[in-house]
């Protein structure tokens, strides 16, 4: 299925004339979006606009996953090696499309343009090791013994709502949309209005590959995804976002018990251990752990706890590496590895952060560097900082910054440290550190989160075939891995009891139906 042009001046995947991107959702019926249209400035150069995207109505949203239930119908139905097939054409379409999309990307995001690039890749390697997995893990199962026979099957919900945020808008869909089309579901992607362009042409690439109706897209902001969540055709609600959009989200899946997965903010905590060698490659993971797209990552480092006599080494030990690694500038210019915040207003609210700090006594060092002729006031740029100095229960340490800032607080006793570490109400991801990897994980046990990293912490430690998602206020349910795939079915059982077979009643051996009603537990 290949996206139309709504009208004459909105040509959806194509650069118009003034190089600005113009575009629409999609359903199976073709492009959708009658709604107030919205414009999104490249972060880096905000007087640049990357391009102008059609909002849909409750109207639209609602006709798209009607169109997407009956859609459901025909695609569940579908063998699953015909789905798996259809799924591997669809990665490879998003998988030659990153080098148009990345570009795309970084404009809109900020985003460098290795990682930009890297999404896309991402987003067609996590589809085919979905389609690797899914027929193992949905086979239908059959026990017949003694007991009776039981047959548990892997029913699609039908209609899955998937709703992501800005920061990497085609790994967190993808998260979504490979294992739900996998399954037997179809998908209604709502992206935010702060990254709308690429992840929509990517997934119009895949879903040319795929029957129509099995993978749309709804524009808009807060409106436009009420209206999907609470659609009585939507089945299930997966969502990545902050807690208050989160809480809101539930709300309205609670009306209709609509099952959710939950992929929300996290505070994380580096915990470092004190034989820790703090050669080159381990400072380079620690400070990409922290600073990678600009620290708006929701499993980055955000807090670093180290021995008390270790803390001077560790602060000269990152500093000198960030000065070497952190370069900021035009996302677009392959040398950078920090990019620009996502909004204006963002910026200041992770700037107020580090000058909260440093009035309550701490000292935040700048780190890294300009490439030479950029302009950081151009656009919406923030200083890299390490904060050193600020008490574990400070605002700096205990709120999520989600930008290119970190605190390192000292700690004298390791129990102490791993307190703090779980003192937060977020428990998504953490980190080990030590040279002895034992060690690690035994403190690793002792951490309160969905996913304890071990000498890495961000990307470095991700891995297709480990579970990711977080505990207490980090949200629930899991992406990644197998258990990512499990989210998009229900179990369906079937069972027939030995006793209740045909010709076994008075038979020796048969309960009595005075022995049934008194048994109160199956066994
Ligand atoms: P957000 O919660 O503001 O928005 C997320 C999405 O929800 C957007 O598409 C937005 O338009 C939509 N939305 C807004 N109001 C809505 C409503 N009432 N009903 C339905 N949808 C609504 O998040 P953001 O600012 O885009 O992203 C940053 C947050 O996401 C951070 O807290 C970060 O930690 C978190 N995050 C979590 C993960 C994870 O896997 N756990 C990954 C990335 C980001």
Redesign the pocket.
């Known amino acids: 299925m290949t996206a139309a042009p709504p009208d004459d001046d909105m040509v959806v995947g194509n650069m118009v004339a003034s190089n600005r991107v113009v575009g629409s959702g999609f359903g199976a019926g073709g492009p959708v979006g009658t709604g107030v249209p919205f414009r999104r400035e490249n972060p880096a150069r905000p007087n640049e606009i990357v391009g102008e995207m059609a909002a849909c109505t409750a109207d639209e949203v609602s006709d798209i996953v009607e169109a997407a239930a009956a859609a459901q119908r025909d695609w569940a139905r579908r063998p699953t090696p015909e789905r798996v097939d259809l799924l591997r054409r669809a990665a490879d379409a998003v998988g030659a499309s990153a080098k148009r999309l990345a570009p795309v990307l970084t404009a809109e995001l900020g985003k460098p343009i290795d990682d930009s690039a890297g999404e896309m890749g991402f987003a067609a390697a996590f589809a085919h090791h979905v389609a690797t997995r899914v027929e193992a893990l949905t086979a239908e199962s059959v026990v017949d013994d003694d007991a009776g026979r039981v047959v548990v099957t892997h029913e699609p919900h039908g209609v899955v709502a998937a ?6 808008p085609l790994i ?1 869909s993808s998260l979504k949309v490979a294992p739900a089309v996998a399954t037997g579901n179809t998908v209604v992607v ?5 990254a709308p362009f690429a992840v929509t042409e990517a997934l119009a690439a895949m879903a040319a590959e795929l029957p129509p109706g099995v993978i749309s897209v709804v524009h808009g ?2 409106d436009v ?2 209206a ?2 609470g659609h009585r055709d939507v089945a299930k609600v997966a ?8 809480r ?2 539930l709300r ?1 899946a609670a009306e209709r018990i609509t099952p959710t997965v939950m ?4 505070n994380d905590a580096a915990v470092i251990l004190d034989d820790l060698t703090l050669d080159d490659d381990v400072m380079e993971r620690m400070v990409f752990g922290a600073f990678l797209t600009s620290g708006q ?3 980055a480092a955000k807090r670093i706890y180290v021995p008390e006599h270790r803390l001077g080494e560790l602060v000269d030990r990152f500093r000198e590496t960030a000065d070497r690694v952190l370069v900021g500038g035009d996302p677009a210019d392959r040398r950078v590895t920090i990019g620009p915040l996502v909004t204006r207003a963002h910026r200041d609210r992770v700037a107020d952060l580090v000058a909260g700090a440093v009035d309550g006594g701490a000292t935040a060092h700048a780190l890294g560097t300009f490439v030479d002729s950029w302009d950081p006031e151009e656009g919406y740029f923030l200083r890299p900082t390490l904060v050193v100095g600020a008490a574990a229960d400070s605002t700096i340490v205990t709120t ?1 910054q ?1 930008g290119p800032t970190v605190p390192v607080v000292g700690y004298d006793d390791l129990d102490r440290a791993v307190e703090w570490a779980n003192a937060s109400d977020l428990g ?1 991801a953490s980190s080990v550190w030590s040279d002895d990897e034992e060690r690690a994980f035994d403190v690793g046990r002792r951490l309160r989160a969905g996913m304890t990293f071990v000498n890495c912490h961000n990307r470095a430690g991700m891995s297709l075939r480990v579970p ?3 505990v207490k206020r ?2 629930f349910g899991r ?1 990644f891995a197998d258990a990512g795939i499990a989210e998009y079915t229900a179990t369906h059982a079937l069972h027939a009891p030995a006793s209740v077979r045909a010709g076994t009643r008075g038979r020796a051996g048969a309960p009595s139906a005075g022995a049934l009603a008194g048994r109160a537990y199956p066994t």
Not at 190 to 194: A, D, I, T
Not at 263 to 266: D, F, R, Y
């Open positions: 709703i992501v945020p800005w920061n990497a967190l709502k992206p935010s209005p702060l902001g807060a995804g009420e999907l969540v969502f990545t976002g902050g807690e208050v959009v989160g809101s989200v309205t992929e929300l903010g996290g990552v929701c499993m999520e989600f998504l990711f998602g977080g980090s949200g992406e």
